[in-house]
């Protein structure tokens, strides 16, 4: 099963709980994001993981007809995050989306994974660490299971390792002026570009 997984978690330091701040739509970031995923053509499943169970978060993501996973273990390990929710649903390939990228629509999305699917490589990916973070904000991970199984355990990163020793298409970001949510300022920023997305529609 292809499914999306994606990162939220509550206790970031520099802008907590900045998954539950609402955009010029009504929704909340995380709620943006589940819905854009939700509307792939190649995602049958949405699941959203986290560090610790939290009953609003439960709620939101049920409320957008997404499952949940949370991990509570003692100390944060994302890999083991994702890898109980693969094996409790069953997922053969990956989406990662992060819950910071309000920005990210289903056409990006999909088009990172029809390229995944079409040339049967074991990880596919947009973004350019080395050139300036291009495409900050849009970044599209898709990834064999197998492949995660066989690479060196990242813990926190999760997929880094799989750059070596696999097959791996690295495509070019969107040329997009774009960022991921991280500081108030970020939020304040996209706020204010929605706003103006929002009202010319």
């Known amino acids: 099963m292809l499914g999306a997984i994606i990162q939220a978690r509550l206790g970031s330091t520099r802008l907590p709980a900045k998954v539950m701040l609402k955009l010029p739509s009504g929704e909340c970031m995380l709620e943006r994001i589940i819905n854009q995923a939700k509307q792939s053509k190649y995602i ?33 390990d994302v890999l083991a995050e994702y890898l109980q929710a693969i094996q409790t649903f069953g997922l053969t390939t990956v989406v990662r989306i992060t819950s910071d990228c309000p920005m990210l629509t289903t056409d990006i999305i999909d088009s990172v994974v029809k390229v995944h699917l079409d040339s049967g490589v074991d990880y596919t990916y947009n973004h350019h660490d080395y050139d300036g973070n291009k495409g900050d904000g849009l970044d599209v991970e898709v990834f064999e299971v197998k492949a995660l199984y066989g690479a060196t355990p990242d813990y926190e990163h999760v997929t880094s390792n799989l750059r070596m020793g696999n097959s791996v298409n690295i495509l070019n970001p969107p040329d ?16 204010k570009i929605m706003g103006e997305y929002c009202g010319s529609t």
């Open 176 to 191: 997009i002026d774009s960022f991921s949510v991280n500081t108030l300022e970020d939020y304040i920023k996209l706020y």
């Open 44 to 76: 049958k499943k949405v699941i959203v993981v986290s560090p610790k169970y939290d009953k609003l978060l439960e709620s939101i993501v049920i409320g957008c007809g997404a499952e949940t996973s949370f991990a509570n273990h003692k100390a944060r």
